[in-house]
């Protein structure tokens, strides 16, 4: 049997590339930019699908902890909280630590 992919979503970033509806304190994964939902939810709506993937692990700082936890949805996930932002690599690297070996991760942005 295959194993299930497992989404790592990267859910970090200062909010400074779409000011000023995108801020530090609310970025561009948290904001509803294209139909109702927001780009974190569009992301978790992709790898929803059980029979290919388990529940996502989201990366995170501290300061995005509540919007991730307000829109990770009934299906839930873990939540991986980043000691000091280290971007992409170090996130990637803490999920993958998170992880059981045997995993297969599927990284996804936040922001697309």
Known sequence: MAHKLTPVVLCGGSGTRLWPRSRAAKPKPFLPLVGEGTLFEATL???ADEARFT???????????????????????????????????????LA????????????????H
């Open 55 to 93: 529940a996502p692990l989201v990366v995170t700082g501290t300061a995005h902890l509540p919007h991730v936890e307000a829109q990770l949805g009934p299906r839930g996930g873990e939540i991986v909280v980043e000691p000091a932002a280290r971007n992409t690599a170090a996130a990637i690297a």
């Open 96 to 111: 993958a630590l998170r992880l059981p070996p045997e995993a297969i991760m599927l990284v996804c942005p936040s922001d």
């Open 45 to 47: 709506a992709r790898c």
